[in-house]
């Protein structure tokens, strides 16, 4: 029997799928085998486009079939196997697989096809292929790799191969339809067409690279970005931890601080009552016994001898029928939870100014992409920042108040300390916060009938103790003022001035984009209305600042 299974064609035991010997062979209901993977393998990608099928015969299935091992071709294919024809099967790798293109002259199973001719339009093996090698005037026929789909180029009118491309109708066609329904159209060689189009190809594909290298620069950028975000947002985590750290050991070092004067006042106090109690006992100790001695002498019969023994008695100390303490309600330390009370709601209240500071912060952090400039005060909104008043450069004759929001000239100095952040001559102040990203505040301001307020940002190294032009807001090229006064406004940048022709409004609006240099003050009342922008390049973090005219106050509203 193994004998004769040898002379056996080895394809009857092979895979038309991997050209190998049949491994677990199935066998389909149009009667073809297949390994039991191969046939899986090709069935899973041809469900993508929700077709079922024979990879030999095209035989397709409404459902996938269930795969049932055949037992008599396991068998045959263990018993002739061991006669060698494992070895022969593999052998002839040249039948054409479900991926290859297949020679279209062979009859009985196709081997892969080598070339292509563009002018038969058909695909041919090494063997068929010969008479292209061989007869002169097939030589001449362009043979190109194996492609699938030459049949397009057939004419599906004329049967012919289409080598007239047809201008008027953007279409390929064969000589008979260019004497037909193209005729008089404006009409030339495949050959001429494809060398017009292969310059626009190669135009496209010269704009598709430069978009692929910008758009790969983009993707290089931002992944610098991301790096650069991850390692800031890192950053920030580590170094709030710290300080919210050090801020809970602060309060715990107060916590113990205040625990220790409570205790140590506890101490103190109890010492003095318990000193005072002991001596109260004393007391009462030795009138128990002086009380006893004239118990004891009252009950003595003889006269003369009571008056004897109580003339002897030592005379009592003058003593208070009451001790004269004055006991106080119980409620020693109430006045220190109290004042731990305050503080707890003032480090509320401060806690949630700081988050609102913190969580704007967070909000107005801005990577590459662009967003859209405001166009409304909704917008607006979105970068609203919660900003206070530095003190510290504060001239001597401003008084800040509401939390150092609200600032208010005065007509004499007050009692502050000297620093070197102080404005000396200018009566100005500047925010405690620095200014980067996108920001938007707004700042009320009146008073005055003569003077005015100037809402201004500036750079933190404009001078403190200059003349006016060095540090008065707009006089120099480190700050830019709006100044604001009964009848309108007033731009000013380095000295420059521009007239701002608008009714005054008792309520300015300030809208920073650094990155981008744009600078905007709006007008507030019931609508919302641009007054002057400033298109320019910002060098370093910006402060937001005021000044104050005489009898004017201005105040940094919260939002």
């Known amino acids: 029997m193994a004998q004769s299974g040898a002379q056996l064609d080895p394809e009857t035991f092979s895979c038309s799928l991997c050209l190998d010997l049949l491994k677990d062979p199935v066998t389909t209901s149009c009667g073809h085998n297949y390994c039991r993977e191969c046939l899986q393998l090709h069935w899973d990608a041809e469900e993508e486009r929700r077709v079922c099928s024979c990879p030999q015969c095209r035989a397709t299935f409404k459902q996938r079939p269930v795969l049932e091992k055949n037992f008599l071709l396991a ?32 009859t009985a199973r196709k081997l892969k096809a080598l070339k292509s001719c563009l002018a038969c339009q058909v695909s041919y093996c090494d063997s068929h292929l010969q008479p292209h090698r061989d007869v002169a005037p097939l030589q001449k026929h362009k043979l190109v790799e194996p492609t699938h789909g030459l049949q397009v180029n057939i004419c599906p009118q004329h049967d012919e191969v289409m080598k007239i491309f047809c201008r008027t109708d953007q279409q390929s066609i064969c000589y008979l339809c260019s004497m037909d329904e193209h005729q008089g159209h404006n009409t030339v060689s495949a050959a001429a067409e494809r060398k017009v189009r292969h310059s626009e190809l190669e135009e496209t594909r010269h704009k598709i690279q430069r978009s ?88 003595t019969l003889d006269h003369s001898l009571f008056l004897h023994n109580f003339s002897s008695l030592p005379a009592l100390s003058q003593s208070p029928d009451s001790s004269g303490l004055e006991i106080r309600p119980l409620g020693y330390f109430e006045d220190v939870a109290a004042a731990v009370s305050k503080l707890r709601d003032e480090i509320q209240e401060v806690l949630a100014e700081a988050l609102t500071i913190i969580s704007s912060a967070v909000k107005n952090v801005e990577v590459l992409l662009n967003e859209p400039e405001p166009s409304c005060r909704d917008d607006l909104l979105r970068y609203s920042r ?40 200018c009566h100005q102040v500047l925010s405690t916060e620095s200014l980067t990203g996108r920001c938007y505040w707004e700042v009320e301001w009146g008073g005055g009938e003569w003077g005015g307020v100037e809402v201004a940002v500036a750079y933190r ?70 007054l002057h922008r400033v298109q320019t390049t910002f060098t370093q973090p910006l402060h937001a600042g005021l000044g104050i005219g005489s009898d004017c106050s201005a105040e940094l509203m919260k939002l």
């Open 75 to 106: 068998a045959l294919v263990q018993t002739f196997g061991k006669t060698g024809l494992q070895k022969a099967a593999p052998a002839d790798c040249h039948y054409a697989g479900a991926e290859d293109v297949a020679c279209d002259i062979c």
């Open 212 to 299: 692929i290298q910008h758009r790969e620069e983009d993707v290089k950028v931002l992944q610098k970005e991301v790096k650069c975000i991850n390692g800031s947002a890192d950053k920030a985590v580590k170094d709030s931890d710290d300080i919210f750290t050090q801020v809970i050991n602060l309060l715990e070092k107060r916590r113990s601080e205040v625990q220790q004067q409570v205790r140590s006042t506890q101490e103190t106090e109890v010492g003095q009552v318990k000193e005072l109690q002991k001596k109260l006992e004393q007391e009462i100790a030795g009138l128990k016994k002086r009380d006893a001695e004239l118990e004891k002498i009252s009950h």
């Open 386 to 425: 919660q900003i206070t008043l530095d003190p510290n450069t504060a001239h001597k004759r401003l008084l800040l108040f509401e939390r150092n929001r609200k600032v208010m000239a005065m007509e004499e100095d007050l009692s502050l300390c000297d620093h070197p952040d102080r404005f000396t001559v």
């Open 461 to 530: 190294s404009i001078s403190r103790s200059g003349e006016s032009e060095e540090s008065e807001f707009g006089l120099n090229d480190t700050s830019w003022s709006l100044v604001c006064y009964p009848g309108g406004y007033l731009f000013t940048h380095n000295n420059v001035s521009t007239d701002v022709s608008d009714p005054e409004c008792s309520r300015v609006g300030v809208y920073l984009n650094h990155k981008a240099g744009l600078l905007s003050f709006y007008s507030i009342s019931g609508t919302i209305k641009l």
